[in-house]
Nanobody, 128 residues
Framework: VQLQASGGGLVQAGGSLRLSCAAS????????LGWFRQAPGKEREFVAA????????TYADSAKGRFTISRDNAKNTVYLQMNSLKYEDTAVYYC??????????????????????WGMGTQVTVSS
C-alpha cells in the first residue's frame, strides 16, 4: 500500500486548506484511512479517520468543528478539509491506513497505536 499526501502549504490564520491522500497498490488491504500530524518538538497527534465503508468518521477534539475528513472511493482518495486554521495547526500532516479489521476505533486508540501503513507527510504552515 502506498499513500501519497498532498495539499499542504502556507496559509494565514483563519484560512483553509484541503489535504489529499491518494492510496495505491493493494488498497483492498486497507479498511481505514486517517490523518495524523506532528509539530516540531511535539509527539505525533491523531487528527481524523474514516473507513472506506461507513460514514461515521472519528475526530480528535482539536479537529472537531473545523476539520472534515471525507473520501472518494472511486479515486481511492481521502481528503482533509481544514477550515479556520490556527497557528497551532502548523505541523507535518501524515496520511496513514489500517488493514482490514475493526473500523471504528477510538481517538485514544489511534493516538497510542497509530496505523499500520504510512505515507510521506505534507507540511502545513499557518502564519499568525
Amino acid at each position: 500500500v502506498q499513500l501519497q499526501a498532498s495539499g499542504g502549504g502556507l496559509v494565514q490564520a483563519g484560512g483553509s486548506l484541503r489535504l489529499s491522500c491518494a492510496a495505491s497498490g493493494r488498497t483492498a488491504g486497507t479498511s481505514v484511512l486517517g490523518w495524523f500530524r506532528q509539530a516540531p518538538g511535539k509527539e505525533r497527534e491523531f487528527v481524523a479517520a474514516i473507513s472506506w465503508t461507513d460514514d461515521s468518521p472519528t475526530y480528535a477534539d482539536s479537529a472537531k468543528g473545523r476539520f472534515t475528513i471525507s473520501r472518494d472511493n472511486a479515486k481511492n482518495t481521502v481528503y482533509l478539509q481544514m477550515n479556520s486554521l490556527k497557528y497551532e495547526d502548523t505541523a507535518v500532516y501524515y496520511c496513514a491506513a489500517d488493514p482490514p479489521g475493526p473500523t471504528k476505533k477510538s481517538t485514544t486508540y489511534y493516538q497510542y497505536h497509530g496505523m499500520v501503513y504510512w505515507g510521506m507527510g505534507t507540511q502545513v504552515t499557518v502564519s499568525s
